[in-house]
């Protein structure tokens, strides 16, 4: 456990301003200059989605002279009802209770697939797969997106932001193509055509599984897993005898699969950057500086002397992603991109109007009324969170961690949880006390072998381990949607980390629950976080096997005796 101080003050430095933009109730935003967007959206009634708001939104981007119509019209968006699922007696009940849930918040759009200008065998394949309806965010970035744009796109954990990049590759690259994109430069037979970035392999492999799934049996070998800790050698052997069109993987592989001249990526089309925000880290630089110089460069592209980074001077359509978009991103994301578009589900701006000096927020499900930030006027704020997350804290003694958790899993009747820590010898001795008290518990962290690691995932993913004991490495994109509830046995080290670890439970419309569980001197930590994010942390107990909410002065009066 670290001392309190050194928490405390990773928290503070690694907790820089993010970038606010969505504020008032009832606003009506403008953008000028070669931009144009109004929406009008009321906040008051819950989370920002189309659907749930059931309002008028017209949208369109023009540049100068009106051209480059990306969205237009008027629709009134009404819920679906074919939207509304069940999903079973795994979300949190703070009475304990079973009862079946709505995805009530479910955030789909407007808009159908097929009017989002995907070709015809794509939306087939969607929709034998079971996705009818875009999410919003899918709806705003793959018209963009087709439209050849640069973009970074911002949207909460959970709401869909894989398909909304894969979908606009699949309709140019591969099998489920449009006729029209076979006009396009003919390609060298090994070239790749899309790479994707992730940081981890689990989200590596997550992403191939989904492109796998789209293209089907037949075709799956168009997509390339790259990650670190496979056989490198075997990588190797797929990418001569398969030629895919796809690679995805983590930094290291690739770049250093590239560097060996076995990777041929310089007429590349589309280089994907998931998380971008975590591959801006340190460790990744290297390889990330490398993937940029690469792929997508064509060689002669680009004059010697040109004033143009090598990374802008090539035709590559460069797509960068994340729940959380600090400005060290903005920063890159410019420098790497041409003219870049910040997509969000209810606006697209260009990267460029965000201004990257000015303090910057993040937030979660509640959209804020507060206007008391000077910067607030002009920058909205990021929603990185999912509205409908419960979010709660309990107070215990370091020893007694372990047990609050396994008492809060049974008040909640928790199916599927996700307990992270930060250090790995912390992490073991927890699962060995949940295993002793009979809870299927297993560990995930970083020292277990590539194998191991997938062989407890899968059993996570599959309802065989009740409670997933790990860390950071779990927190960034991994989508499992039964998860019901999230616990913090160690505080995260600031709000963007709270902000990924809590987005693993609460998936695309489905309710989950947060428990942070801390001592008494990180309670205001907790409070901090609860700032940054603008969401409510709640204190709560567990009485008579059920969960209860506890006033903070009733909780202070207990503490004091
Ligand atoms: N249009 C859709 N209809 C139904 N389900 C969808 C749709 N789009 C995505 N999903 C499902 O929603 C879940 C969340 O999607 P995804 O993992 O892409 O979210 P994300 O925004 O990338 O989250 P994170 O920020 O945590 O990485 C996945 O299970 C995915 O299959």
Request: glycine share 6%; proline share 5%; charged share 25%.
């Amino acid at each position: 456990m670290p001392s309190l101080a050194a928490t405390t003050s990773r928290f503070l430095v690694g907790d820089y301003g993010y970038l606010r933009l969505f504020s008032n109730l009832q606003r009506t935003v403008y953008f000028h200059g070669s931009f144009q967007s109004f929406c009008r959206f009321d906040f008051q009634n819950g989370p920002l989605t189309l659907t749930s708001l059931g309002v008028k939104c017209e949208s369109e981007i023009t540049s100068g002279n009106n051209q480059n119509k990306l969205q237009q019209g008027v629709s009134t968006v009404e819920f679906p009802k074919r939207k509304v699922k069940k999903v079973g007696s795994r979300g949190a009940q703070l009475v304990g209770a079973k009862t079946s849930l709505d995805i009530e918040a479910a955030p789909f759009a407007a808009k159908a697939f097929p009017e989002l200008g995907l070709p015809h065998l794509l939306v087939k394949r969607l929709k034998e797969e079971g996705y009818e309806v875009p999410t919003d965010v899918q709806a705003a970035a793959i018209p963009t997106i087709l439209k050849n744009n640069d973009v970074l796109i911002q949207s909460y954990t959970g709401s869909g932001k894989t398909l909304a990049y894969l979908l606009p590759i699949l309709s140019k690259v591969g099998p489920l193509r449009n006729d029209s994109s076979d006009g396009d430069e003919p390609r060298g037979k090994t070239d790749i055509e899309a790479v994707i970035v992730a940081p981890s392999r689990e989200l590596g492999m997550q992403i191939v599984r989904e492109v796998e799934k789209l293209l089907g049996p037949a075709d799956k070998r168009l997509v390339q897993q790259l990650v670190g800790g496979a056989n490198r050698a075997r990588q190797e052997d797929a990418l001569k005898k398969n030629k895919p069109a796809i690679v995805v993987g983590t930094p290291g592989r690739i770049a250093e699969i590239s560097a060996a001249g076995k990777l041929h990526t310089h007429s590349c089309r589309y280089l994907v950057l998931d998380e971008v925000d975590e591959l801006l880290a340190f460790n990744f630089r290297e390889d990330i500086h490398r993937i940029l110089e690469h792929v997508g460069r064509r060689s002669g592209a680009g004059s010697k002397g040109s004033n143009r980074s090598p990374a802008r001077r090539n035709e590559r359509q460069t797509i960068m992603v994340s729940a959380t978009v600090p400005f060290a991103v903005i920063r890159a994301a410019s420098s790497w991109a041409r003219d870049p578009l910040l997509v969000q589900a209810q606006s697209i701006v260009p990267l460029s109007s965000v201004c990257s000096t000015s303090p910057v927020k993040l937030t979660g499900g509640r959209t804020s009324n507060s206007t008391s930030t000077s910067d607030s006027e002009n920058l909205p704020t990021v929603q990185s969170l999912p509205p409908n997350l419960q979010h709660y804290y309990h107070v215990t003694r370091i020893q007694h961690k372990v047990d609050a958790l396994r008492r809060c899993v049974h008040a909640l009747d928790a199916k599927s949880v996700m307990a992270f820590m930060n250090h790995t010898k912390q992490l073991k001795d927890a699962v060995f006390k949940l295993e002793a008290r009979g809870m299927k518990a297993a560990e995930l962290h970083g020292d277990l072998s590539k194998l191991a690691r997938s062989t407890i995932l899968k059993k996570f993913r599959k309802g065989e381990v009740r409670v997933l004991v790990t860390n950071e490495l779990s927190a960034r994109g991994l989508d499992v949607p039964e998860c019901d509830l999230v616990v913090n046995l160690e505080l995260p080290t600031d709000s963007v980390h709270y902000a990924h670890r809590a987005g693993r439970t609460g998936r695309l419309g489905r309710k989950g629950t947060v428990i942070t569980i801390c001592e008494e001197p990180e309670v205001f930590v907790v409070r901090k976080l609860e700032k940054k994010l603008n969401i409510p942390i709640q204190a709560c107990d567990v009485t008579e096997g059920k969960l209860v909410v506890i006033e903070e002065e009733k909780r202070l009066k207990a503490v004091s005796q």
